[in-house]
C-alpha cells in the first residue's frame, strides 16, 4: 500500500517537476524574444523584469517534493551515514519529522501570504501587481504554499515508512532515499553522464 502511495505522489511531483521545466523553458523563449526585439526593432519584451519575476518561483520551489523523493537535497552524512538498521530509521524518523514542522509553518506562512494577495473582488483578482506592465502577483504567490504542501505530503508519507522501517527493520524500505556511500555515488554520477542509469 506504501508503494502505491508513493507511486501515486510521484506522479503529481513529477508533473510539477515538468511544469519547473517548461518554466526554465520560457524564460528561455522570453530573453530570446527580448533580445531579439531589441537588437532587429529596438523594442525589447515590455515588462521582461516582471516576466522574469513571475515565472522565478515556479523555477525555484515546484522541483522540492520531487528531489525529496529520490534524496537529492545537500545534507550531511557524515554521522548518519555510519549507522545501520533501526538506529539510522530512528534518526532519519527524526530528521524528516523536523523537517516536517518546519514545511508546516512554511506552507501555513506562505498561505497566509498568498491570501493577502488574492481577491476574488480585485481586477484580475489581485490586491498587488508587478511595477512595470501590472501583472498579478497571486500566481506567484500561489506556487509557493501549493509545492510545500506536496513536500509535506512526502515527508508525511516517509515518516510512516520510516515507522514501519523501525518496526519491521527491513534492509531497504519503500518510498524513502537510501544513504549511498562514496563509490556508488561516484558509479551513478558515472553512468548519468554516460547515458546510463546508475543503481536504484
Known amino acids: 500500500m506504501l508503494s502505491r502511495i508513493d507511486q501515486g505522489l510521484y506522479r503529481v511531483e513529477a508533473a510539477l517537476a515538468l ?8 524564460l ?10 531589441r537588437n532587429f526593432f529596438n523594442q ?10 513571475q515565472i522565478m518561483p515556479f523555477i525555484a520551489i515546484l522541483g522540492v517534493a520531487f528531489v525529496q523523493r529520490d534524496g537529492g537535497h545537500i545534507r550531511m552524512d557524515l554521522f548518519v551515514g555510519r ?22 509553518l512554511l506552507t501555513w506562512g506562505s498561505w497566509a501570504h498568498f491570501e493577502r494577495s488574492f481577491d476574488f473582488s480585485s481586477q484580475l483578482w489581485s490586491r498587488d501587481s508587478s511595477m512595470d ?3 498579478p502577483i497571486w500566481p506567484a504567490k500561489l506556487v509557493v504554499p ?26 531497504k ?3 524513502v532515499p537510501l544513504i549511498e556511500d562514496a563509490s556508488t555515488q561516484a558509479k551513478n554520477e558515472a ?10
Open 83 to 104: 549507522l545501520r538498521g533501526r538506529a539510522l530509521w530512528v534518526v532519519e524518523f527524526i530528521g524528516v519529522f523536523l523537517m516536517l514542522l518546519l514545511m508546516s
Open 19 to 26: 511544469l519547473c521545466g517548461l518554466a526554465v523553458f520560457s
Open 133 to 135: 506592465i501590472a501583472l
Open 173 to 175: 524500505p519503500v518510498a
Open 44 to 53: 525589447p519584451l515590455p515588462g521582461y523584469v516582471d516576466w522574469i519575476e
Open 28 to 37: 528561455m523563449i522570453l530573453a530570446v524574444i527580448s533580445v531579439g526585439g
Open 146 to 171: 501549493l509545492a510545500f504542501f506536496v513536500l509535506c505530503l512526502r515527508l508525511l508519507l516517509q515518516l510512516v515508512c520510516y515507522l514501519s522501517a523501525i518496526y519491521n527493520n527491513p534492509e
Open 191 to 200: 553512468m548519468t553522464i554516460s547515458g546510463g542509469e546508475g543503481e536504484k
